[in-house]
């Protein structure tokens, strides 16, 4: 018999890290900032890893160039930030759709690699991340998304928390991790250099005490 859905892997320390949620660093370029009009161009999704000191790295990477969607807007001060050329031969653009599955695919595979029960975004600012995919989903009906529909991990936050920062280039560079700023604003880069800060802030409170959580913490999250 199968165990609950809810039911935590213990064979899974990252299962047990996050309560049964695996983190997915994302990251999206676009064409502006409405999610709803505005076409998305760029998606990255990296998975994590936890070794056997329960210390998280970056793992697997999966970046897609995305066709704007019929009728998208697009803002030449986006594409003037991001430096995407919709017209460049090496662009290999796919549909959303056929991205999307590709890349949700991997996020499965990950979940259940892992032992979690769903994957939670993490992302730089992750709201904005989320509302595109979202949006993107609900476009291309996608049924099967393993992402939470509205919780995140949000490094700006855990860094303003951390470092007294908020910009990515900042916090990257007060936990001592390269930034390049010519190279930022390609989604690849920018959801790897997340994924990187996000596993210097949790493992800098492991290192300081904050995890494993208290008996009574467990004890109490075990009563509800």
Same mark, same amino acid.
């Given at each position: 018999m199968n165990p609950p859905e809810n039911q935590k892997d213990p064979?899974?320390?990252l299962a047990q890290r996050f309560r049964g949620f695996l983190?997915?660093?994302?990251?999206?370029?676009?064409? $502006?900032? &409405?999610?709803?009009?505005? %076409? !998305?161009?760029?998606?990255?999704?990296?998975t994590i890893r936890i070794d056997?000191?329960?210390?998280?790295?970056?793992?697997?990477?999966?970046?897609?160039?995305?066709?704007?969607?019929? $009728?998208? &807007?697009?803002?030449?001060? %986006? !594409?003037?930030?991001?430096?995407i050329d919709l017209d460049s031969p090496d662009?290999?653009?796919?549909?959303?759709?056929?991205a999307l599955t590709d890349m949700m695919q991997a996020v499965r595979r990950a979940v259940k690699e892992n032992g979690c029960t769903r994957a939670v975004?993490?992302?730089?600012?992750?709201?904005?991340?989320?509302?595109?995919?979202?949006?993107?989903v609900e476009r291309c009906d996608i049924k099967r998304?393993?992402?939470?529909?509205?919780?995140v991990f949000d490094t700006a936050t855990l860094s303003g928390l951390a470092f007294g920062q908020t910009v990515l280039a900042k916090a990257c560079r007060c936990a001592g991790l390269e930034f390049s700023n010519s190279a930022a604003h390609s989604a690849a880069y920018d959801a790897e250099k997340t994924a990187d800060l996000f596993?210097?802030?949790v493992n800098?409170?492991?290192?300081?005490?904050g995890w494993p959580i208290a008996a009574a913490c467990e004890e109490d999250e075990e009563a509800e």
């Amino acid at each position: 018999m199968n165990p609950p859905e809810n039911q935590k892997d213990p064979s899974s320390p990252l299962a047990q890290r996050f309560r049964g949620f695996l983190p997915v660093i994302i990251d999206v370029e676009t064409g $502006g900032f &409405n999610a709803q009009t505005d %076409a !998305l161009l760029e998606i990255a999704a990296v998975t994590i890893r936890i070794d056997e000191d329960g210390l998280l790295h970056r793992h697997e990477t999966f970046a897609f160039h995305i066709e704007p969607f019929e $009728g998208a &807007n697009i803002e030449k001060a %986006a !594409l003037d930030f991001t430096g995407i050329d919709l017209d460049s031969p090496d662009r290999m653009a796919e549909p959303e759709l056929m991205a999307l599955t590709d890349m949700m695919q991997a996020v499965r595979r990950a979940v259940k690699e892992n032992g979690c029960t769903r994957a939670v975004i993490v992302g730089h600012n992750a709201h904005f991340d989320l509302n595109f995919l979202n949006a993107a989903v609900e476009r291309c009906d996608i049924k099967r998304n393993p992402f939470h529909p509205f919780s995140v991990f949000d490094t700006a936050t855990l860094s303003g928390l951390a470092f007294g920062q908020t910009v990515l280039a900042k916090a990257c560079r007060c936990a001592g991790l390269e930034f390049s700023n010519s190279a930022a604003h390609s989604a690849a880069y920018d959801a790897e250099k997340t994924a990187d800060l996000f596993c210097f802030i949790v493992n800098k409170w492991k290192e300081f005490g904050g995890w494993p959580i208290a008996a009574a913490c467990e004890e109490d999250e075990e009563a509800e």
